[in-house]
């Protein structure tokens, strides 16, 4: 964890704190871990994060869990999108504007928990069902276990409230 830190950049000059667990390292000093916890900074984008992440961790495609949970997201960056093991996400207490912003999200195949809660969006009617219909494999949602009930109610929800794409089918003439 590392507090209060207003650009992504910012965290290679930061020692991170001690957790319950000792940080593993490599030989090349780069850290083991599977996890980076940003939250309570001031992050308002994450320009450079890609390279910030190489930089920390040895293996940065086995990142699982990324918490950037309090601080000024406006947001869903697309480099979150690149963590294809991404697991755990931890957005809660930003300042995401748009609910479609949640869409980026479902290229992550192993997405299992994310936050969103405090944010604008969740203010915009329907948004636990719009969020569950865009991410069917998520397990839980705001801290909160997703049940069968709540994927039915998603699933009316999404017929009542999302138009499908129209098909068009070209007719070959004879």
């Not at 936050?115 to 969006?121: A, D, K, M, S, V």
């Not at 709540?150 to 089918?169: F, G, L, S």
Request: with cysteine.
């Amino acid at each position: 964890m590392v507090e209060f830190q207003a650009s992504v950049t910012d965290l290679l000059s930061e020692e991170p704190r001690t957790g319950l667990r000792p940080l593993r390292h490599a030989k090349s000093g780069k850290s083991m871990s599977q996890s980076l916890w940003l939250n309570n900074n001031v992050l308002n984008d994450l320009r450079d994060f890609n390279h910030v992440v190489s930089q920390l961790l040895e293996h940065p495609e086995n990142l699982a869990w990324i918490d950037l949970s309090f601080n000024d997201l406006t947001s869903i960056d697309p480099v979150l999108t690149t963590f294809f093991n991404l697991s755990v996400l931890y957005l809660h207490g930003n300042s995401i504007q748009r609910l479609g912003e949640v869409n980026k999200l479902a290229v992550l195949p192993r997405l299992r928990s994310l936050t969103l809660h405090g944010n604008p969006i969740e203010e915009e009617k329907g948004y636990r069902q719009y969020v569950l219909c865009t991410l069917p494999r998520i397990t839980t949602f705001d801290f909160s276990g997703v049940t069968k009930a709540d994927r039915t109610t998603a699933e009316v929800w999404k017929r009542m409230n999302i138009k499908p794409k129209k098909v068009w089918i070209k007719h070959n003439a004879l």
